[in-house]
């Protein structure tokens, strides 16, 4: 059997056809993987991808037809039905909200784009405009939104052509996605969940778009937390009004006629058809947006599995992106159950701890509930989907500088090991024949944070593109692999003996660490308001020059600590 060549659709670098191979090696015969044998692409987030929507993202002069942006008006049919069918009993906030949209009315009655709307709002009246809860909030741009209709009258679409992307590391990662495919299933097809999204059905368009690879068939999959509530029950009628109860989401069924439609249609069919797609799929994509609105596709409101649980978990290929690579993290390992992190910042959570509720508005200021802030970090202790049980997964990483909030979770939670993915980067898991090992891909690296028995004292790991780790009893390693084909470390002096500030800011403890492993330094120090960041070298710790591009140098075991001053 002649092995599968990596698709040369996206031109995939050195590092990534490297990776691929490793797929490769670990199936043996690549069309008769075993049903138990799995690749997971877990992905930091920021997968800049060139669309109508994003521009900034195309290569010059690329610019693509389709759905620009979504389109607002302000106009008495809209405004009366907000009156109408308000979602709360707070009359006061109804009141106050239809004397603003009719005041607005007057000087804004064109064509809109979000960004325009909320300005025009916030200069009237601010204040009001904060007052709404997410629920009023959400319910008012929801009924003012317009339908984007091409020439014809027909729904426009938002159009993606990864081969015009700017970003040559995103294309690395889809070409990877796609040769994974192909390795799988000699007729791979691949669905879209958008559950992460408040509005499944507007990310629809771009992740078909983004899986639309050769010779792989994709589909977007109307799996929402509506739908499994509805199909779970045979409450198909009901479908509309678990929209508004469960995802806070109105007047879909006129923006995404099409996408609704294919939602109502595929409840009808219920559960056993839904479990039979699913079955016949090589791989899901979970999008971005928040895991805790994906985890309702798998669990009901009392925690109870759907039906559809386990063979979601159980697909050959797995891809997330940002809540949809967190979101994976779930099972059990030697240390007990796998959290799912959900919100928080590392400032918060050192100054605060973690808390297992759910997640607060962003929007929720001094009103947040269970006394959280809405930076408080937040987690869901029973865990998500569950097909990354080796410790609590974490994404946006170092460029959101979360390695304090995950080293807090982990503390809270008993966990030994954590990952956090950086943006445009993914961590590739391949379990196959009985073996496990890992591989990065994309631009930057991926964190392991591991605990060390004594409390405020970790050990930092950096895993940059194109590392090897392997897995073992005793955890998580560098591979003979990536240490034999190491490059020449680079001519960099020792770091100054200073303090560096505000190290929990603009990926600093990153750019700290990559000078460290560069010049092979021993010892660093960081402060960021009342917290001391010590980073020591001990006898475990190796530094290895995986490639040479920025952030290309990787880190095994510098011991973090993390304290208060007194």
């Known amino acids: 059997m002649e092995l599968y ?156 052509d990864s081969a015009k992307n700017s970003e040559r590391a995103a294309n690395d990662i889809l070409a990877f996605i796609e040769g994974a495919s192909k390795v799988s299933n000699a007729t791979p097809q691949l669905l879209a969940i958008t559950a992460s999204s408040r509005d499944p059905y507007e990310t629809a368009d771009f992740y078909e778009g983004l899986l639309s690879f050769e010779g792989v068939s994709q589909a977007w999959l109307p799996l929402t937390p509506a739908l499994a509530k509805a199909i779970s029950r045979n409450e198909c009628s009901q479908l ?47 999008n971005g947006g928040d895991q805790s609105l994906t985890r309702q596709v798998m669990f009901d409101e009392q925690g109870n599995e759907y039906p559809w649980r386990e063979v979601l978990r159980s697909r050959p290929i797995i891809i997330g992106t940002s809540a949809g690579t967190a979101v994976q993290s779930g099972g059990k390992n030697t240390a007990g159950q796998v959290a799912m992190i959900s919100n928080g910042t590392s400032l918060a959570a050192l100054r605060e701890g973690a808390f297992a509720f759910n997640a607060p508005s962003e929007r929720c200021l001094e009103s947040c509930p269970d006394n959280l802030g809405p930076d408080s970090l937040t987690y869901q202790a029973l865990g998500g989907l569950g097909t990354f049980n080796y410790g609590i997964l974490d994404t946006h990483f170092s460029e959101r500088n979360r390695t304090a909030r995950l080293a807090t979770l982990l503390s809270k939670t008993g966990q030994n090991h954590g990952f956090g993915v950086d943006e445009t980067t993914a961590l590739v898991v391949v379990k196959a024949n009985k073996t496990e090992l890992m591989t990065v891909v994309g631009k930057h690296g991926v964190v392991h944070i591991q605990t060390k028995g004594q409390q405020q004292k970790y050990n930092y790991s950096y895993w940059p593109s194109g590392t090897v780790i392997d897995i073992t009893k ?41 000078a460290m492993c560069l010049s092979k330094s021993s010892q660093s120090q960081g402060q960021h308001d009342e917290f001391n960041l010590s980073l020591s070298a001990q006898d475990s710790t190796e530094y290895v020059r995986v490639n040479s591009h920025q952030n290309g140098c990787a880190i095994n075991e510098l011991e973090l600590m993390i304290t208060a001053s007194q």
């Open 240 to 286: 509309n009004q678990y929209r508004e109860q469960l995802m806070g989401l109105y007047n879909r069924e006129v923006i995404y006629p099409d996408r609704t439609a294919a939602e109502q249609a595929l409840c009808e069919k219920g559960s056993a058809n839904l479990v039979t797609i699913l079955a016949a799929s090589t791989g899901l994509m979970f």
């Open 5 to 160: 060549k990596l698709p040369h659709t996206l031109k995939p670098n050195g590092l990534t056809k490297f990776a691929f191979s490793l797929i490769l090696t670990a199936l043996s015969l690549p069309l008769l993987a075993n049903k138990q044998d799995q690749t997971l692409v877990l992905i930091g987030g920021a997968l800049t991808t060139c669309s109508s929507f994003s521009p900034q993202n195309c290569r010059l002069n690329s610019a693509l037809s389709g759905k620009k942006q979504n389109n607002y008006q302000l106009n008495k049919m809209a405004i009366s039905a907000i009156a109408e069918r308000w979602p709360t009993a707070n009359n006061d906030a109804k009141s106050a909200t239809v004397k603003s949209l009719t005041i607005l009315m007057a000087n804004y009655s064109q064509i809109m784009n979000k960004s325009e709307l909320l300005w025009a709002w916030r200069d009237l009246d601010q204040q009001q405009l904060n007052q709404l809860i997410d629920q009023e909030y959400n319910f008012v741009l929801d009924m003012l939104e317009q339908p984007v209709l091409d020439a014809s009258g027909q729904r426009l679409k938002e159009q993606v």
């Open 474 to 514: 005793q955890g998580f390693s560098l591979s003979s692999r990536t240490k034999q084909a190491a490059k020449a470390g680079a001519d960099m002096p020792a770091l100054p003996a200073q303090i560096f500030q505000n190290i929990l800011n603009d990926a600093k403890l990153r750019s700290l660490t990559q």
